[in-house]
């Protein structure tokens, strides 16, 4: 691994560990290549990895198949359980089951390299159906670029903590996330952008304070996609 790696998975650790306890049990919805499932690994979590790609599937089940501390799940996490039909791109970072998400951030410019080819139906899950199977997690990760609102829609007893995907395009979506969180809760919530593992705020604040944020970050040109990060508010620290 090169210096810069090294650096990168020693700043991602130490951004997780203020959430991911030893022992505990983490969700990483939309796993991807496995690299916050490994993160998560090192802090002594158990890990529920969740995502339907065949491409990346074959990756976890290399990297982690053998390992009695991930669990698998070949499916996306939606508002039901079923099937839905994943639009499947040549960057599998940005594969979704959202075609209005793919409009928005494609007329914004955004992933001008990607292309949405092909369809797959996929397998889907609830939030609620991973927490009967598996036990609450202390702390679960969704980025399922553009469902994330439908994801927390499957969701109906709060979480001690979590983040969601935004993307500035697609800021709504952000908004709907943050009040369908308060609908289960309160929350306070800070937000980091790209793969900075810096929160921007520095401090959580309350839902309609990070709903100004995110807002901002909207009319903001050249503004990254980033996470926001939601804490049940007797949480806060």
Same mark, same amino acid.
């Given at each position: 691994?090169?210096? %810069? =790696? ?37 802090? =002594? ?7 339907? %790609?065949?491409?990346?599937? +074959? ?15 070949? /499916?996306?996490?939606?508002? %039901? ?23 928005r951030v494609r007329a914004g410019g955004r992933f001008d390299d990607s292309t949405w080819d092909e369809i ?14 598996? $036990? ?9 670029? $553009? ?13 001690? +903590? ?20 308060? +609908? ?5 919530y800070d937000l980091s952008p790209g793969e900075t593992f810096v929160m921007r705020m520095g401090r959580y ?12 970050? /909207? ?6 996609? =980033? ?11």
């Amino acid at each position: 691994m090169n210096v %810069q =790696g090294s650096v990168r998975k020693e700043r991602m650790r130490s951004f997780y560990a203020s959430f991911i306890r030893k022992n505990g049990l983490a969700f990483d919805v939309g796993a991807n290549h496995g690299e916050r499932v490994e993160t998560f690994l090192s802090l =002594g979590a158990r890990v529920v990895a969740v995502e339907p %790609q065949p491409n990346c599937l +074959a990756d976890l089940y290399a990297k982690f198949g053998d390992d009695d501390d991930v669990t698998i799940v070949d /499916a996306a996490v939606d508002s %039901q359980s079923g099937s839905a039909t994943m639009h499947l791109s040549n960057n599998d970072m940005v594969s979704s089951l959202n075609p209005d998400w793919i409009a928005r951030v494609r007329a914004g410019g955004r992933f001008d390299d990607s292309t949405w080819d092909e369809i797959l139906e996929v397998k889907t899950v609830t939030l609620d159906g991973l927490i009967d199977e598996f $036990g609450v997690p202390d702390f679960m990760k969704i980025d399922v670029e $553009g469902n994330e609102h439908k994801a927390l829609l499957g969701l109906s007893t709060p979480v001690r +903590a979590l983040s969601f995907e935004y993307t500035p395009e697609d800021i709504d979506t952000a908004v709907r996330c943050v009040e369908r969180l308060q +609908a289960l809760g309160d929350h306070v919530y800070d937000l980091s952008p790209g793969e900075t593992f810096v929160m921007r705020m520095g401090r959580y604040v309350r839902a309609d304070d990070i709903m100004s944020a995110l807002d901002s970050l /909207a009319r903001q040109e050249g503004e990254p996609s =980033g996470d926001v990060y939601a804490l049940l508010s007797d949480l806060e620290r």
